[in-house]
C-alpha cells in the first residue's frame, strides 16, 4: 500500500464533462506534484504545490486547474479535456522542494479515459 | 536541448546475474540523482539518491555509480531475480531546480528464471 492515496482509481469522461482528482497523504510532507504520464513514458511534471501555494506550473493548459485545500490534500480539476489528455495522472509528495535530497513518494495513480 | 536517456528500452537477463542501467543525460548539471522502480499500473517508487559528490551508494542488492565528468549514472542490481522485474527510471535535480525532478526515458527490466 502506498502513504499517497489517490481517487478515483480509473475515470472515463467526456470532453464537455467536468470532475476532479483526489490526492490526500499523512505524512506531513508539505510539497505535493502533479505528474502526467502516458503510455511507456517518463512522468512529466505539471504542477508543484510548496506549503499549499501553487509553485511551478509548467505550462500546462487551463482546461487542467490544480488545487491545494491543506496541507495533506491536493485537487486536479479537470474541464473540457481532450483525447491526448487520456493519461495515467499521478500525484506525489516530499517533505519540501527545496532540495533535491528528498524522495518523492508517489500514489498508484488515476488512469484517465477521454472520450 | 535538456536529454535524459536510459539505455535500451529493454533490458532481459538471466536470474542470479547483475543486471546494469544506464542514465546518461546532457545539458544539465544535477546535484542529486534517484532511481525508482515502476510496476504496470502502479506509481513510481523510490530506491536509491546520490548526491553530485558522490561515486558510489549501496544498499542491499543495489548499487548506483554517478560520473559528472562522463554525465553517466548506472545502476546495479545484483544476484537479480524475477521479482526485480520492473521499469526502471533515473531522475535528475539540479541546484536551481530544488526538489524539481525530470525523469529519464526509462528501462524495463525482465529476469529471466
Known amino acids: 500500500d502506498t502513504e499517497v492515496t489517490q481517487t478515483p482509481k480509473h475515470l472515463v469522461m467526456g470532453m464537455t464533462n467536468k470532475k476532479s482528482l483526489k490526492c490526500e497523504q499523512h505524512?506531513?510532507?508539505?510539497?505535493m506534484y502533479w505528474y502526467k504520464q502516458k503510455a511507456k513514458k517518463p512522468p512529466e511534471l505539471m504542477f508543484v504545490?510548496?506549503?499549499?501555494?501553487?509553485?511551478i506550473n509548467e505550462s500546462v493548459p487551463s482546461r487542467f486547474s490544480p488545487e491545494c485545500p491543506n496541507s495533506s490534500l491536493l485537487n486536479l480539476h479537470l474541464h473540457a479535456l481532450q483525447p491526448e489528455d487520456s493519461a495515467l495522472y499521478l500525484c506525489a509528495s516530499s517533505q519540501e522542494i527545496r532540495t533535491g535530497s528528498q524522495p518523492q513518494h508517489f500514489g498508484d495513480g488515476t488512469r484517465l479515459s477521454i472520450l | 536541448s535538456q536529454k535524459i536517456e536510459q539505455n535500451s528500452e529493454a533490458l532481459n537477463i538471466q536470474e542470479g546475474k547483475t543486471a546494469t542501467l544506464t542514465c546518461n543525460y546532457t545539458?544539465?548539471?544535477?546535484?542529486?540523482l534517484q532511481w525508482y522502480r515502476q510496476d504496470p499500473g502502479r506509481g513510481p517508487v523510490f530506491l536509491l539518491l546520490i548526491r553530485e559528490n558522490e561515486k558510489e551508494k549501496r544498499k542491499e542488492r543495489l548499487k548506483v555509480t554517478f560520473d559528472t565528468t562522463l554525465k553517466q549514472s548506472l545502476f546495479h542490481i545484483t544476484a537479480s531475480q524475477p521479482a526485480d522485474s520492473a521499469t526502471y527510471l533515473c531522475a535528475l535535480a539540479t541546484w536551481n531546480t530544488g526538489n524539481q525532478f525530470y525523469f529519464g526515458t526509462g528501462t524495463s527490466l525482465t529476469v529471466i528464471p
Open positions: 505524512m506531513g510532507h508539505r510539497a
Open positions: 545539458n544539465y548539471s544535477p546535484a542529486y
Open positions: 504545490y510548496s506549503y499549499e501555494k501553487l509553485s
